[in-house]
Each structure stands twice: as C-alpha cells, then as structure tokens.
C-alpha cells in the first residue's frame, strides 16, 4: 500500500515503463504466416488482392514458417513459375522488418532484376501496408535511407544487390539473406557470389539465415537443385479424395486424351489427375479441394531427409491451385511443338532438364549410313561449307540441307598444305567454286561457306588475306566465341588483315550453342526436320571425329560451368559441321524457294541451264544475318558455269586423302 501511495500516478509510470522497455522485449511468439495474415496485404492488381489468406494456396504457409523452425540456418525453395516463392521470400523479408528487425540482403540475378523486384513486388507491397511503411525510412527522407539500393527501418536494413556486379555486395554483411532465381546467377572471377553473400551472413552465428529460391535449368548445373537435394527434400503430399492415399503431384499421373501418343488428337481439355492408389482421376475442383484439405488431414509437407538445419522445398505447377490441368497440358503441348521440352519441365514441373544430346554414340550413327541416289538426294535443296583450318591442312565438310533444316552429309574433304604458303587457298577457291550433281540432275553449286580464322596455327592473318572481299560471295570468315544463350552467329566484325590492308568482316559463331544444336539434331533418329543423313562411303573416322565431344559440368569455385570436353584428340568434322550450320544461318535461304526452283527445273522449264540453289545477296561488305528467313532477297545474275562434281571427281578427290588416312 505505501507503494502504491507513493506512486500516486501509478498507471502513467507503468505506461511509461511500458514504453521503455518495448524494444527490449523479444517479440511475442507467432509464426511467420500468422503475422502475414494479419499484417500483410496484397496490393491491388494482384489475381487476389486483398489480406494474405495463405488458404487459397496451403503449401505457402509450411514454405514460409521454415524460416523460424527451430536450428534452421537455410531454406531452399525449387518451384515452378506462379507458385509463390517470391511472395513467400517478400513475405520473410517484411517479417524481418516488422515483426523482429534484422538486417537483410536481397540477391537477384541482374540490375534489371532488383529493378523490377522494387517497382512490381516489394514497393506495391510497402504501400499497401501501412504498418510496415511507417517502420520505414521515408525516400528522400533525413533519417535514414529509403533508396534503389537500400531500405533503412528501426532495428536494421534492406540492401539489394546482383550477381551480374560482385561490388554490389562488397563490404556489407547482414544476417539475412535472401537470393532469388539463383540458377540465374553469373559465375564470376572473385568466386561464386552467393556463396560469398552467404559466408559473410554465417558470421553472425545463429542469427544467420539464408532463403533462396530459383526455377531449376540443366541437369547438373543447377544451383537450386543441388541445394534442394543437401536439405531435407520437402514434397506437398496431397489425400486421394476417393481412397485417401497420400502422394505428392508427378506428372507422369497427369493423363489426358492423347498424351504422348504422336499422330494421334490432343484433347488437353480432358486432363485428369490419377491417384497413384486407385487409379482413379481427379477432376480439377478434387484435386484443389485435396490440396486445401491436406494438412487439416495429417498430411502436406513431408521431408525425404533429416531435418540438419536446411530446409528445402519442391513445388511444382500440378500443386497451384489457380492452374487447371488443362492449362498446364496445353503449355506441355506448346512447348512440344517448339521443340523447348525443357522450358516446360524447368518452368512447370520445376525440376532439371537433361540433355539428351550431350554425348552421342559413334557406332549409332555410322549403322545408319546410306546409299545416297545421287552425290546430293532429292531432299537437300542448298549446299553450305564448313572450313577448319589446320596448320596443314584445310578440311571442309559440304552439306545438303532441307526443309526443317534435314541434312545430308555431301562429301568432306582434306585439302592439304600449309595455309600460309597460299597453295591450300587455290584448292579450296576451286572446291567451293564446284557444283555438285542433285538426284533430279541439275547441277548445284555451294551457296555460302564459312571458314574458321581462329585456329591453334597462327595462321589466323593468311586466313584474312583470303577471305578479304569475298563475303558478297558468301564466303564468310568466322571466329568461334565461348558462352552460352548466344546466337549461333552474329553479324560481323570489322577486322583489318595487316596494317594497310583492307578491312574483313569476321562473324562471330556462339560455338558451344552450335555444337549443342548439332549434338542435338544427331540425336534425331527418324528422317524429318533435323535429322542429319549421312553416305554409306564416309569412314569410321569421321563419326568418331563428330561425336568427339561431350558436354560436362565442371565447377568453378563452387559454380557449375556446362563445357564442351574433347573426348578424343581429333574432332574437326564436328567443328566443320558447326560451320556449315553457320553458313547456312548467314545465308538464310529461303528453302521452300529453293524447292519452287528445283521444282522449275524439274518440269524443263530452265532444263538446259544449270541449277542455282539460291541468288547471292548483293556483293556488299555490311552482309549481317538477315533478321526474316522469309525475306525476299533480290536475285542476281546467273554465275559463271560451275565446276560440275560427279561421282568420278569424288573417288578421285578421295584418293588424295579424306578422313583418317595419313593423319
Ligand atoms: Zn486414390
């Protein structure tokens, strides 16, 4: 009681107090996705704006709670698009804002990127929630900062940063961070970026958390996927509505009429889901129904593996409860006719993609030579080359190519000598003035070549002595470039072959992107758009020599480098095919005129004038890639008769040396 009285305005100080100690209380206990539903809203222009009601889509909330499980150092989440793994990830970032304030980095893979992430999600989120924008540093403000870069708050600070500029992230070091589409990031030459984010972050002890998300890519140099098999393998199992068995959503059991059975009506419309258990089909309303139920029923998320500190999540598109079966069937359809199954199963199933054309087997493509008709079969309707240049030698491989790009290996050729004496040059000025005799029995001549400058010999400037002024022959010069998601070619560059000489135009050939197409289309087994023929006469060697390499992942501090591995010391006719590829993207001819020509010639219309695959383009040195295949290009007048190759002229080309002898 004396207490009391001497305290007369007990309720005053108590608030006081109150207030006093309110940034020393730790936070009242509540998971993430209860602060979110009562916290967050969802900005307008959202498919449900609105507060966060994780009901609409369950899986959310076990994604999102990872982040405060007990001893948990590292959340990893492997989903398809639109499943929610940057709502979960804004989420945990307002969270560290809000609830219990942190310092935190957000990693994305670009500049462009953090643009886009600040403009569409995180800024739309802020202003839609009042509570957390008054915790806030006002932009333009004086206390503290609210920027592009960094977001100041009581108790911490948000700072984004990308892979694309290792700076970006030097120097600062916060608790949490956080890393989206990670399979996205660039290797870098200070070490792989996000494990140096993460180094610094593991500073700070038990506070460390770590949360990344990412679409996975290819098979074995997929950062997601390497991080969702060293955690615990969480999957969503979901009850058959009909007999209860628990599973989680494969695609194998996604069936509809048609699928996967070639020629026949594709009827996406009538996809189902079929239970694992019974076997019985879950229409779209089970199926969402079975999800949104699936934890009330004991099930949900389920981990493979021992919980150590590292939860990872695998969402993939069958889990969305917003997707019809049907939607995602005909994406599977669309993707097929573009021949980009791997969009699909990265994009959609959320899982790898394994190349299938990676490596291929000699021996198979050798027991499907055949007798050509002709020296060039009814089928191939304009005839590229590709040159390599050796310190002794030039090999050339000329191909016939078809509608969809089918080809037919034509002859392939070692011309000897060394390419700085100049002799070597002559011959191969006259093979490829040749012309070649078609099945129909007109005469074709080869309509573009590209010629490799860029060999081990240093012969690179005898190369641009020749090649000078022959582009407007189609004649191109090209120097192979390293890298993936570059074009097979691109338009040239002005290189000067000795000092008073005139200029060259070099084209640049995105080597590992050609090889993966030629590797690719050897793995076509049946004739049709991209399967390459090739004569019963051509040696062992020349197979051996096309399948010399392998594409492998090597890792790089740490970051997976998909890179083409000689498997045998010899591999010039793979080269030579790349090349040829080249020259037939430079000319882009038009086949299906190709075809109207030879057809024309056929019906004796121009019988007794020989045959030409393809007008050149005017004889002008700015000769980029044509952007339209379909592009008329102005014919030009007929060339001078060439040099017609018969099967005679071949045997005794042989003679002199092809594949495998003589090396
Ligand atoms: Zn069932």
Request: net charge neutral.
């Amino acid at each position: 009681m004396i207490a009391l009285k001497q305290f007369a305005n007990f309720s005053g100080i108590a608030a006081a107090v109150r207030r006093a100690v309110v940034s020393l209380v730790p936070p009242p206990p509540m998971l993430p996705s209860e602060w979110a539903e009562r916290n967050l809203q969802i900005p307008a222009g959202n498919a449900i704006p609105g507060p966060i009601n994780f009901d609409n889509a369950p899986y959310q909330r076990g994604m999102l709670n990872a982040i405060k499980e007990a001893g948990v150092r590292r959340v990893s989440y492997m989903t398809g698009a639109q499943l929610g793994k940057t709502t979960v990830q804004q989420c945990a970032t307002g969270y560290f804002i809000d609830h219990e304030p942190r310092s935190q980095i957000f990693a994305q893979p670009t500049q462009g990127d953090v643009q886009t992430f600040l403009e569409t999600k995180l800024r739309p989120m802020i202003d839609a929630n009042k509570r957390l924008a008054g915790k806030l540093a006002k932009q333009r403000g004086r206390e503290g900062v609210n920027n592009s870069r960094m977001i100041s708050y009581i108790g911490g600070w948000l700072m984004f940063c990308w892979s694309g500029s290792p700076k970006t992230a030097r120097g600062r070091s916060a608790p949490v961070v956080h890393q989206d589409e990670i399979d996205g990031y660039e290797p870098s030459p200070e070490g792989d970026f996000s494990e140096l984010l993460w180094q610094r972050a593991a500073s700070f002890g038990d506070m460390a958390l770590r949360t990344e998300s990412s679409t996975p890519t290819i098979k074995g140099a997929s950062r997601i996927e390497t991080a969702f098999n060293e955690g615990d393998q969480r999957r969503y199992f979901v009850p058959c509505p009909h007999c209860g068995f628990a599973q989680y959503l494969k695609w194998s059991q996604v069936v509809w009429s048609g699928k996967d059975e070639e020629g026949t009506e594709q009827l996406p419309e009538t996809a189902l889901y079929h239970c694992e258990g019974c076997g019985t089909g879950w229409n779209d309303g089970e199926r969402i129904a079975a999800i949104r139920n699936a934890e009330k029923l004991g099930h949900g998320w389920k981990a493979a593996k021992p919980f150590r500190g590292h939860a990872s999540f695998h969402a993939p598109e069958m889990l969305s409860t917003f997707r019809r079966l049907r939607d995602i069937a005909q994406s599977y359809l669309d993707k097929m006719a573009l021949n980009d199954l791997q969009s699909f199963v990265n994009v959609s199933l959320a899982e790898t993609y394994e190349e299938t054309g990676e490596s291929m087997n000699p021996h198979a493509l050798m027991d499907r030579r055949e007798q050509y008709a002709a020296p060039v079969p009814a089928g191939a309707l304009v005839l590229t080359a590709g040159v390599d240049m050796q310190p002794d030698r030039l090999e050339v491989e000329l191909v016939g190519w078809g509608v969809g790009d089918e080809s037919w290996s034509i002859d392939y050729a070692t011309l000897w000598g060394d390419p700085d004496a100049g002799d070597v040059w002559d011959e191969l000025e006259e093979y490829l003035q040749g012309a070649w005799q078609h099945e129909t029995g007109v005469s074709m001549p080869i309509s573009a070549a590209c010629v490799d400058t860029g060999g081990t010999g240093g012969n690179t400037q005898s190369a641009y002595g020749w090649l000078r002024g022959k582009t407007g022959r189609r004649i191109f010069g090209t120097k192979g470039v390293p890298g993936w998601g570059k074009p097979i070619v691109t338009a040239p560059q002005r290189k000067q072959s000795g000092k008073t000489a005139r200029k060259i135009d070099l084209f640049l050939v995105g080597a590992d992107e050609a090889k993966l197409t030629v590797m690719r289309r050897l793995a076509v087994d049946k004739p049709g758009p991209g399967y390459c023929h090739f004569p019963e006469s051509r040696d062992a060697e020349y197979f051996h020599q096309l399948t010399a390499e392998k594409l492998l992942t090597r890792y790089v501090k740490g970051f997976p480098v998909r890179e083409w591995h000689k498997t045998r010391p010899r591999n010039e006719a793979l080269d030579c095919r790349a090349l040829a590829l080249a020259a037939l993207k430079i000319a882009n001819p038009s086949m299906r005129r190709a075809a109207d020509r030879l057809a024309k010639v056929v019906d004796g219309r121009q019988a007794a004038e020989s045959f030409h695959a393809e007008p050149l383009p005017p004889a002008d040195n700015d000769n980029s890639p044509p952007e339209n295949p379909q592009e008329a290009q102005t014919p030009t007048a007929a060339q001078t008769g060439p040099i017609l190759k018969t099967k005679r002229t071949l045997k005794s080309r042989k003679k002199r040396g092809t594949f495998a002898t003589n090396w």
